[in-house]
């Protein structure tokens, strides 16, 4: 069974929670979402013509009614399982996207692209607007001097598996189903990170669509501006990227690490960690998660470029540093694309089995409320943040350590700012429907609480509907260039969703 790294990590003990559906937008609003931004339309706000749409890509527009529409209208997180989008668009190039934009462009509904539809808050699949979906555009080749070119709706472990064959890697994250699109337009934080960087730091040149449906491409010689904001500014606020080119590397053997310690000295591991994290090689990146209980719980797993006998003398050093004994430990030698499976959760399946397709009928999916720091660049008093976690249930916070090539760029470099955090944060609880405000108050806590203990800034890539401050949170400094890239980009606030660059 395919499960993702915080699965992995966190050893959860609740299984996925099943397909609840809610109450769309009513609901959202209900459960203290923002509401999608009001948009321009034509003077009697006429709907769309789809019968326009339907003569452009036929069975590929799909709306409700249709045999398809069930699965093809859902996300990955089904608490938004209740939002019912008046179309689903299954572009296979960008003259397509360009169709779908001048059909719904000015007749008031949100339009949003998706990739592969992991957004954390569903905006990929907006309530009575038009999702533009990528996934047909998914084609990645790789040429001899080791640019990647990728399509949008490519999903990651798909683009381990097409640079593994030409013997290259690129960093980026571990979830196998997430798309590339989204990951990098964030930032894009991965299990290689600190030798390579991030996902967008490999970005050399983006093609997408326009809010005007105009073609544009963005690199250092091309709308320079937009470039810089692609790296680092989240998905969906400047245009529909459909392409990407991506400077790779040559894909060297790594080793893959795994500790679980004993309930009862996640604080020690927790200090130890980080610590130990900050000041080892670049070549090591590793991630600490805490699983809530009485006591909570702690895990290690890492990757290494290098062989296991430099990983376990690394490893040994953790664990005197923690004084802790773990419960299991395993290293393990692998390929570029057995360490990707190993991350991703599905290290005996087939690539295949690796990302199930809407057309399989079987989605891997979680219903889930999740929130996010940024370390400074000082460790946090371990024994306060357990604290945060000790006593309640359903909920991991999972520490990832950047630092390495991440900090050699400035911090407004590209768009993405945190380049002195010494790792991020990711809180993720698990739930239903009918448990969601109480896993909203969970995490909402236990964010705040990392911020009392300075942990302030926030990912964009975990979006989350509580978040003070958000924009600054994000962005940091980079905000206010960030919103006049988007004024220039998109005026009319094509693309605008409640957490837009253009709403912070």
């Known amino acids: 069974m395919t499960i993702d790294r915080r699965r992995l990590l966190a050893a959860l003990g609740a299984g996925?929670?099943?397909?609840?559906?809610?109450?769309?937008?009513?609901?959202?609003?209900?459960?203290?979402?923002?509401?999608?931004?009001?948009?321009?339309?034509?003077?009697?706000?006429?709907?769309?013509?789809?019968?326009?749409?339907?003569?452009?890509?036929?069975?590929?527009?799909?709306?409700?009614?249709?045999?398809?529409?069930?699965?093809?209208?859902?996300?990955?997180?089904?608490?938004?399982?209740?939002?019912?989008?008046a179309a689903v668009a299954r572009c296979a190039s960008p003259a397509d996207v360009q169709v779908c934009l001048d059909t719904a462009r000015g007749h008031g509904i949100p339009i949003a692209a998706r990739s592969g539809g992991h957004n954390y808050l569903g905006y990929s699949v907006p309530d009575a607007g038009l999702v533009i979906d990528l996934r047909l555009i998914s084609d990645i080749t790789v040429d001899r001097d080791g640019t990647a070119r990728v399509g949008a709706g490519a999903r990651l472990?798909?683009?381990?598996?097409?640079?593994?064959q030409a013997g290259r890697l690129l960093p980026a994250g571990s979830c196998p189903t997430v798309g590339v699109s989204g990951l990098t337009l964030g930032g894009g934080i991965g299990v290689l990170t600190r030798k390579y960087g991030l996902t967008c730091d490999r970005l050399t040149r983006a093609r997408l669509v326009g809010a005007d449906s105009c073609l544009l491409a963005a690199s250092g010689d091309e709308q320079p501006e937009l470039y810089w904001a692609l790296r680092g500014g989240g998905g969906g606020n400047f245009g529909i990227v459909t392409g990407?080119?991506?400077?790779?590397?040559?894909?060297?053997?790594?080793?893959?690490?795994?500790?679980?310690?004993?309930?009862?000295?996640?604080?020690?591991?927790?200090?130890?960690?980080?610590?130990?994290?900050?000041?080892?090689?670049?070549?090591?990146?590793?991630?600490?998660?805490?699983?809530?209980?009485?006591?909570?719980?702690?895990?290690?797993?890492?990757?290494?470029?290098?062989?296991?006998d430099t990983m376990n003398r690394q490893l040994d050093r953790l664990v005197a540093a923690a004084g802790v004994r773990p419960a299991t430990r395993s290293v393990l030698p692998k390929s570029y694309l057995d360490a990707m499976k190993y991350m991703a959760g599905c290290a005996n399946d087939t690539i295949a089995q690796c990302h199930p397709t809407w057309e399989g009928g079987v989605l891997p999916r979680d219903g889930f409320v999740a929130g996010s720091r940024m370390l400074g660049s000082r460790p946090l008093d371990a024994a306060q943040a357990v604290a945060l976690v000790d006593g309640r249930s359903g909920?991991?916070?999972?520490?990832?350590?950047?630092?390495?090539?991440?900090?050699?760029?400035?911090?407004?470099?590209?768009?993405?700012?945190?380049?002195?955090?010494?790792?991020?944060?990711?809180?993720?609880?698990?739930t239903t429907p009918a448990g969601r405000d109480r896993a909203t108050r969970t995490v909402?806590?236990?964010?705040?609480?990392?911020?009392?203990?300075?942990?302030?800034?926030?990912y964009v890539n975990y979006l989350d509907a509580t978040q003070p401050d958000?924009?600054?949170?994000?962005?940091?400094?980079?905000?206010?260039?960030?919103?006049?890239?988007?004024?220039?980009?998109?005026?009319?606030?094509?693309?605008a969703f409640p957490r837009s660059i253009a709403a912070a």
Request: charged letters at 15%; aromatic letters at 10%.
């Open 470 to 495: 958000w924009g600054t949170a994000y962005y940091g400094g980079n905000l206010q260039r960030l919103k006049a890239v988007a004024r220039r980009y998109d005026p009319d606030g094509v693309f």
């Open 16 to 85: 996925g929670a099943a397909v609840l559906t809610g109450g769309g937008r009513a609901a959202a609003l209900a459960a203290g979402l923002d509401a999608w931004p009001a948009r321009t339309a034509g003077p009697r706000t006429l709907p769309p013509d789809w019968q326009r749409l339907r003569a452009r890509l036929g069975s590929r527009l799909v709306m409700p009614g249709d045999p398809t529409y069930p699965t093809y209208r859902l996300g990955y997180n089904t608490l938004y399982d209740g939002q019912l989008p």
């Open 444 to 458: 909402g806590e236990i964010r705040d609480g990392l911020a009392a203990l300075g942990a302030r800034g926030a």
């Open 395 to 430: 909920v991991d916070v999972l520490f990832d350590v950047l630092g390495g090539a991440v900090a050699r760029l400035a911090p407004d470099a590209t768009a993405f700012p945190h380049r002195d955090s010494l790792a991020s944060v990711q809180i993720y609880a698990s």
């Open 244 to 308: 990407f080119e991506f400077a790779t590397e040559p894909a060297p053997p790594l080793t893959v690490c795994s500790l679980s310690f004993p309930a009862g000295s996640a604080a020690a591991v927790l200090g130890a960690w980080q610590e130990w994290a900050a000041a080892a090689p670049f070549e090591l990146w590793s991630t600490c998660s805490l699983s809530a209980g009485s006591p909570p719980s702690s895990r290690v797993v890492g990757c290494l470029v290098g062989d296991p």
């Open 157 to 164: 472990i798909e683009v381990y598996a097409a640079l593994a």
